[in-house]
């Protein structure tokens, strides 16, 4: 079986609703509305200058899995950072070094669009997320991302 990475249109949109819920339940426990995921992937869909999507198809499943980048403008470097904001694989294809295989294309075409560096954050209890983009050469941040709910 084969597999290649693409750029996600609005005909991955349902295959990426059930993605987003499915890795909010595994990453987080969340469970999160159908209908907002689907209003926040057609904003992203629709704007590819905030947010990116691609897609890892099979060839002979289809689309098996995504990842998505945020850029974020740094004035101190007049550059993006480009944050990895979703990564999902589905179950039945994992350890098969896929997730490297995704990175890989987001660092170059990050690359291409001269991004400063891929960053990501990642809830700390996600042990086995951490430890595979440790593998893929993810380090920790000497930042920590604080919130104050609004």
């Known amino acids: 079986m084969s597999f290649y990475v693409r750029h996600a249109t609005p005909k991955d949109l349902d295959k990426l609703v059930y993605f987003t819920i499915a890795e909010a339940v595994e990453s987080e426990s969340r469970q999160i509305s159908p209908d907002v995921a689907r209003k926040g992937l057609e904003f992203a869909l629709d704007n590819p200058d ?84 440790s593998k893929i050469g993810f380090a920790v941040s000497p930042y920590d991302i604080l919130i104050q709910e609004l």
Not at 50 to 76: F, I, N, T
Not at 82 to 91: G, I
Request: net charge positive; with cysteine; proline share 2%.
């Open 50 to 133: 905030q947010c990116r999507y691609w897609v890892l198809d099979s060839s002979k499943s289809g689309a098996v899995g995504c990842v998505s980048v945020k850029k974020e403008w740094s004035v101190w470097h007049a550059g993006y950072y480009w944050w990895l904001q979703r990564m999902f694989l589905m179950p039945e294809y994992r350890g098969q070094r896929l997730p490297k295989l995704l990175i890989d294309h987001v660092r170059d075409e990050a690359r291409r669009a001269r991004a400063l560096e891929l960053r990501m954050y990642l809830h700390r209890d996600n042990v086995r997320a951490v430890n595979v983009f």
